[in-house]
Structure formats: structure tokens, C-alpha cells
């Protein structure tokens, strides 16, 4: 090893923030900070979260999450046939109905009547509301068209022999972990099944944590499992990103040096080693602390290399997580509404290996200072892309631009992307 390096780490031995980070990547109580759920296990959480009368200490809630995005989302899209049962669920139960309501009647079934072997993943029932939820989650992996016809005529056809169901109202919901706003023509089944992603879990956690802060510890597992199906982070987690971020920046060398060993060569490595070097038994000592390293290791480069790349760019208007990332346009900082940006650009990774990328505009009125605001910066973006004039009710669009961009074509995207959006705002500046 050269001097060089050895320089590199003892510095990042000594700076402070490594302690901490330690400290906050300590494995607790949690018990999905030691194992890692197959895609049944899934199913079965989201059963956990979704029955009121489990013991998650949140009774109805999840549920009444799920349906309160579930109806937005219905009543933005285009594709879902509004003469399909789907469709004509979310009509008859808008947000208003939602939140009024109580679903405390409401259970969890695995299967009703399906073929183990083609069992729809969840169905809620709620005999006192007379519905039924059918759920199909994929966390990853695509749904199909044979597919989810296959499950809505097996479905049916069982509802209508049952006479306990023959008055129940029916939703198909197709949940998918990555699912961001894709282009609705291209989804499997859209006029049937309403596609919707994770990310109303994360009203779940919010609202989970303010009851771990209440003394209610059954909550912990709430805030922890939606922590790690949506791009949620808590405060803890926050920190933890945010100090790995800095320490990518500050420790690069001595950081690529400890995550060029894996794992198990490095436990080989020290099987056999006389004298083990400082570095492999610091790496074995902090397996969670090398585990972030590593997740945060591709978007803390890629933010790196973009702040480096883009003309104005700051740090204060870049934000990104372990898989995530939002960038608030050049010169679009001055909306900013001490929270968030009311148009930002999303990057995320599209495929498992994280090589590709997915970029996405978004517009959120909610982030917005006032409802005036909102609709002014939806005009302008609707000349960069006319998708941002369709739902014109929709609170929120997000327009996916590129998907399966690789890191090069990445960092041509974003300049040009951000160029355009500049000029957008330049023009009308001039012409009001």
C-alpha cells in the first residue's frame, strides 16, 4: 500500500463523523436491519400493515393511506376505463369519503378461492363498507397483461358464484416498488388495474414515527419497512446519508480503497493474515457502515460529478438519498419555498444493477407559494413537454423524460434538460 493511501486513511480514521456515523449504523432492536424479505414476506407485511387490528398500533390508517392515494391517482389518469369496476370504485369514494370514513371492519386474505399457483398477491375486505381490494405487488419485477387479466377473470368469476361477495364493490390495484409515473399507454391492463407506486407508505412512516415518539415502540417495524420500500428516509437515516455523502467528498481514496474488498475475501483475507491491516478489520467491525458506503457511494458520485458538470449548480439545490436523487433547475432556485421545489428533476435508478438511470420532470403545486405560482409553472413546463397540460386537475405530474439512461448519457441529459428549462423561464421574464 502506498504512502499515499495510508495518508488518505488515517485521515478518515480521524475525522469525527466516521464515529458518528457508527454510532448511528449501530444494528438495534430492528429486526429488518438483520435479515432481508423474499417477495412473499412482502406480501405478508403489507397484510400486517393493512389489517387494522393488527398490533402496528396505527388501526386503520395504512389502509385509509393506501386508498387516499389509490383515489388520487385514479382520478388523474386517462387509461382506466371508466366504465370498469375499478374506475367506478374510485368515483364513488373521493378523498372526502375517505377520510370520514372507518375501515375498522376491514381484513386480509392471501387467497380466495385462487390457484395457489396464480394467487394474487392481497385482498382487503371490508364487510362494513361492502368492497374488496385486490392487490397484486411486484417489487421489481414487471407485471404482464396475461397476467393481470388472468387474475381480474379468476376474480370475477369467483365474485359472481359467491353470494357473500355478488354486493361488494371491487378495485384492481397493481403495486409495484419502482413504479414512477410511467407512461400510462405502455402499463399492462391500464384500463382494468390502477398502477400505483410505494410512495403513499410514506405518510405511513411519518405518521408512524410521531407514535414512536409517543412512547408507542410497536411502531418501530411501521417506520423501518416503509423506510426501506419507499425513498422515506427518517432523521436518523437522513444524518446517516448525509454524513456519507460527506464523506465520500472529503475521503474518496481512502473510501474506494475499503470498498474494493468484499466482504468475504476480506474475512478470508484475515483468516490467514499474521498481522491484519487496520483497514480490513475496521471494514469487518462496521459491516453497516460499509454497506452505506456502498449504496451511497453511486448517487454521492454522480451528484459529485453533476455539480462539476452544470453550469450554476449548487449544492443547495441538489438532494439525494441512497437511490435518489431531486435537482432543482438552474435558475428555477428562486421558487424555492423553504421545504421543497415546486419543479425539480428525478433521478432514479432503472434497473437492479444501478447502472442505468431514469429521469423524470416533476411538477408539484403543493410546493408551490401559492396556488397562483403553481399554475404559472405549470404553463411554462407545459411548452417544454405538452403531457404537463393533460390532468388538469391533478395536483401533480410527473413526466418521465429518458429511461435506462447509462452515466455518460446521463451527464449529457441533465445540462441540456436544465439549458432548455432556463431559457423557458428567460423568455417569459421578457415577455410576462
Given at each position: 500500500m502506498t504512502a499515499d493511501i495510508e495518508e488518505a486513511l488515517e485521515a478518515f480514521f480521524i475525522?469525527?463523523?466516521?464515529?458518528?456515523?457508527?454510532?448511528?449504523?449501530?444494528?438495534?432492536?430492528?429486526?429488518?436491519?438483520?435479515?432481508?424479505?423474499?417477495?412473499?414476506?412482502?406480501?405478508?407485511?403489507?397484510?400486517?400493515?393493512?389489517?387494522?387490528?393488527?398490533?402496528?398500533?396505527?388501526?386503520?390508517?395504512i389502509l385509509r393511506d393506501l386508498l387516499i392515494a389509490a383515489t388520487t391517482s385514479a382520478r388523474s389518469t386517462a387509461v382506466l376505463d371508466g366504465r370498469g369496476r375499478t374506475s367506478r370504485f374510485f368515483s364513488a369514494w373521493p378523498p372526502s369519503r375517505i377520510r370520514?370514513?372507518?375501515?375498522?371492519?376491514?381484513?386480509?386474505?392471501?387467497?380466495?378461492?385462487?390457484?395457489?399457483?396464480e394467487r394474487v398477491d392481497l385482498f382487503v375486505i371490508d364487510p362494513q363498507n361492502h368492497f374488496i381490494l385486490v392487490i397484486e405487488n411486484k417489487a421489481g419485477m414487471n407485471h404482464s397483461d396475461h397476467q393481470l387479466d388472468s387474475y381480474k377473470t379468476k376474480f370475477d368469476d369467483i365474485a359472481s358464484s359467491n353470494s357473500n361477495l355478488k354486493d361488494y364493490d371491487c378495485a384492481f390495484i397493481a403495486l409495484?416498488?419502482?413504479?414512477?409515473?410511467?407512461?400510462?399507454?405502455?402499463?399492462?391492463?391500464?384500463?382494468?388495474?390502477?398502477?400505483?407506486?410505494?410512495e403513499w407508505l410514506q405518510v405511513s412512516a411519518n405518521r408512524a414515527l410521531m407514535h414512536m415518539e409517543r412512547g408507542n415502540n410497536a411502531a418501530r417495524l411501521v417506520v423501518s419497512y416503509c423506510n426501506r420500500q419507499t425513498d422515506?428516509?427518517?432523521?436518523?437515516?437522513?444524518?446517516?446519508?448525509?454524513?456519507?455523502?460527506?464523506?465520500?467528498?472529503?475521503?474518496?481514496?481512502?473510501?474506494?480503497?475499503?470498498?474494493?474488498?468484499?466482504?468475504?475475501?476480506?474475512?478470508?483475507?484475515?483468516?490467514?493474515?499474521?498481522?491484519?491491516?487496520?483497514?480490513?478489520?475496521?471494514?469487518?467491525?462496521?459491516?453497516?457502515?460499509?454497506?452505506?458506503?456502498?449504496?451511497?457511494q453511486g448517487m454521492a458520485s454522480v451528484a459529485s460529478s453533476l455539480l462539476a458538470r452544470v453550469p450554476g449548480l449548487t449544492t443547495d439545490s441538489l438532494e439525494h438519498g441512497r437511490v435518489w436523487m431531486d435537482i432543482c433547475p438552474t435558475g428555477w432556485e428562486r421558487y424555492f419555498n423553504g421545504d421543497w421545489w415546486p419543479v425539480y428533476l428525478s433521478?432514479?435508478?432503472?434497473?437492479?444493477?444501478?447502472?442505468?438511470?431514469?429521469?423524470?420532470?416533476?411538477?408539484?403545486?403543493?410546493?408551490?407559494?401559492?396556488?397562483?405560482?403553481?399554475?404559472?409553472?405549470?404553463?411554462?413546463?407545459?411548452?417544454?413537454?405538452?403531457?404537463?397540460?393533460?390532468?388538469?386537475?391533478?395536483?401533480?405530474?410527473?413526466?418521465?423524460?429518458?429511461?435506462?439512461?447509462?452515466?455518460?448519457?446521463?451527464?449529457?441529459?441533465v445540462p441540456e434538460v436544465f439549458v432548455r428549462l432556463k431559457n423557458l423561464l428567460e423568455v417569459s421574464s421578457v415577455n410576462p
Open positions: 475525522d469525527p463523523r466516521v464515529g458518528e456515523l457508527c454510532e448511528l449504523l449501530r444494528t438495534s432492536d430492528d429486526l429488518l436491519d438483520v435479515i432481508n424479505l423474499s417477495e412473499n414476506q412482502h406480501s405478508s407485511m403489507l397484510a400486517w400493515l393493512l389489517d387494522p387490528r393488527e398490533g402496528h398500533g396505527q388501526g386503520d390508517q370520514t370514513a372507518t375501515f375498522g371492519s376491514a381484513f386480509v386474505a392471501l387467497e380466495l378461492g385462487i390457484n395457489a399457483r409495484d416498488r419502482y413504479f414512477q409515473g410511467d407512461d400510462e399507454k405502455e402499463l399492462p391492463s391500464a384500463s382494468t388495474w390502477l398502477h400505483i407506486g410505494y422515506w428516509d427518517s432523521p436518523q437515516s437522513k444524518r446517516s446519508i448525509e454524513l456519507a455523502s460527506a464523506l465520500h467528498h472529503d475521503h474518496s481514496d481512502a473510501i474506494k480503497r475499503l470498498l474494493s474488498m468484499s466482504i468475504k475475501r476480506i474475512e478470508t483475507e484475515w483468516l490467514s493474515s499474521r498481522a491484519p491491516p487496520a483497514e480490513l478489520e475496521f471494514m469487518l467491525q462496521n459491516r453497516s457502515l460499509g454497506d452505506l458506503l456502498r449504496e451511497t433521478i432514479t435508478y432503472s434497473n437492479k444493477d444501478r447502472t442505468q438511470f431514469r429521469v423524470s420532470l416533476v411538477w408539484n403545486s403543493h410546493h408551490a407559494r401559492s396556488e397562483a405560482e403553481a399554475k404559472q409553472l405549470r404553463g411554462l413546463l407545459a411548452e417544454y413537454d405538452p403531457r404537463f397540460s393533460t390532468h388538469s386537475d391533478a395536483s401533480r405530474r410527473w413526466i418521465v423524460l429518458d429511461k435506462n439512461l447509462s452515466l455518460q448519457e446521463l451527464f449529457h441529459r
